[in-house]
C-alpha cells in the first residue's frame, strides 16, 4: 500500500456506502427514541452523534454489498452492530470509571453510572429487535453469540488486566471479546443475509476476526509509542492504569527475577512512582517487544488480507483490503 494514501480506506468506504449509511443513521436515529424516557436518546446522542467512523456497520454493508446483496434487511443489521458497540461502550465506561471518550467527556461523567447502564441495556433490546426483524435465524445466532463473547471477554479482561499469569493466549482471548467478537459479526451477518456461499461467509467471519485483533493489538501497541495528538491518549496510560496488554506480557514472560518484581510492583500492586514508565520502556526495549508486537499486528492484519481471496473482484474487497493495511499503517 502506498505510504501516502489522499483517503484513508474507511472515508473511501463511507463515500462508497454514503447512501446506506445515511439510512443506517436514520435508521438508528429512528430506533434510539423513547416516548417515556427523554433521557435514553440524550444519553445515546452523545455517544451516537460524537463522530465515531461508524467502522463497524460499515463492514456490515460493506460484506452485503460485496456478496450482492439488494435488499434492506442489511440496514437494520448494520445499526444493530453499532447499538451493540455503543451499548458495550457506555458500559466500559461505567467499569473503567472513564472520564473521556473521543475526546469528549462520557455519558457517566455527564449524567451518572446508573443513566449509562441503563441506556446501554435499552440499546441491547433495541438491537435484539432489530435483528429479530430480518427473519432470520441464523443472523439472531450470530449476533446473540457475538453480544455473549464481548461480555465475557470484558469480565475476562476484568479478573486479568493486572495478573501477570496473564499469558498471549489469555490476552488474544481477551481481545477477540472485546473488540474483534463484533467485527467478525459484523461482517459475517453481511454475507449469510446476501445468501452468500458458506466459503465467502466463512472468508468474510476470518476477515473480520483478523481485521479486529490487529487494530486492538495496533491500538495497545501506539499507548506506548503513539502521537498523542494522533491518539487521543497520553504515552503509557494502559501502564498508569495497570493494564496488561501484548507489549508487557511479552516482557513479563522473558523478565528475570528482578525485573518480574518490577511488573509485581507496577502492574499487579500498582505501587507506581516517578520514573517507572520509563523503566518500562526500557524493559521492552530490552527484550525487543515492541517489535514484536507490531510483527503481531502486520501478521493479523496479512490473515485478514489474504481472508478476503476467495470472496468476488470487486472495489468493496480493494477497500477491505486497503482497511486491513491502514489500520496497522500507523506503526510503520
Not at 10 to 17: D, K, S
Not at 209 to 221: H, P, V
Not at 279 to 288: D, F, Q, T
Request: net charge negative.
Amino acid at each position: 500500500m502506498d505510504q501516502v494514501m489522499t483517503r484513508k480506506p474507511h472515508e473511501m468506504l463511507a463515500a462508497t456506502l454514503s447512501q446506506e449509511l445515511e439510512a443506517v443513521n436514520a435508521l438508528i436515529r429512528t430506533r434510539m427514541a423513547s416516548e417515556h424516557a427523554p433521557r435514553i436518546p440524550e444519553v445515546t446522542a452523545h455517544l451516537v452523534e460524537a463522530g465515531g467512523k461508524r467502522l463497524r456497520p460499515m463492514l456490515t454493508l460493506a460484506a452485503a454489498r460485496l456478496c450482492g446483496y439488494e435488499g434492506d434487511h442489511h440496514l437494520k443489521l448494520a445499526a444493530t452492530v453499532e447499538f451493540i458497540h455503543t451499548a458495550t461502550l457506555l458500559h466500559d465506561d461505567v467499569v473503567d470509571e472513564s472520564a473521556q471518550r473521543r475526546g469528549r467527556p462520557t455519558a457517566n461523567l455527564l449524567w451518572d453510572n446508573k443513566s449509562s447502564v441503563l441506556v446501554g441495556d435499552y440499546l441491547f433490546a433495541r438491537s435484539f429487535q432489530l435483528m429479530v426483524e430480518t427473519e432470520s435465524l441464523r443472523v439472531l445466532d450470530i449476533l446473540a453469540n457475538a453480544s455473549a463473547t464481548i461480555a465475557e471477554g470484558e469480565v475476562l479482561q476484568m479478573t486479568a488486566a493486572s495478573n501477570l499469569k496473564t499469558d498471549e493466549g489469555i490476552y488474544l482471548q481477551v481481545v477477540r471479546g472485546k473488540t474483534a467478537a463484533l467485527f467478525s459479526a459484523a461482517t459475517e451477518v453481511g454475507g449469510v443475509i446476501a445468501g452468500a456461499p458458506e466459503a465467502q461467509v466463512k472468508a468474510l467471519f476470518e476477515y473480520g476476526d483478523a481485521l479486529g485483533i490487529a487494530f486492538q493489538i495496533a491500538d495497545d501497541l501506539l499507548d506506548y509509542q503513539g502521537d498523542s495528538k494522533a491518539t487521543g491518549k497520553n504515552v503509557g496510560d494502559d501502564f498508569r492504569e495497570r493494564k496488561l496488554t501484548l507489549p508487557v506480557i511479552k516482557a513479563v514472560a522473558q523478565a528475570t527475577d528482578e525485573e518480574r518484581a518490577f511488573w509485581t510492583r507496577t502492574i499487579e500492586k500498582g505501587k507506581q512512582q516517578d520514573g517507572d514508565l520509563e523503566e518500562a520502556l526500557a524493559l521492552m526495549a530490552k527484550y525487543g517487544t515492541l517489535e514484536a508486537t507490531r510483527q503481531d499486528a502486520l501478521g493479523w492484519a496479512a490473515k485478514a488480507r489474504a481472508a478476503l481471496e476467495v470472496l468476488p473482484d470487486h472495489e468493496i474487497r480493494t477497500m477491505l483490503s486497503d482497511l486491513a493495511d491502514y489500520v496497522v499503517a500507523r506503526l510503520n
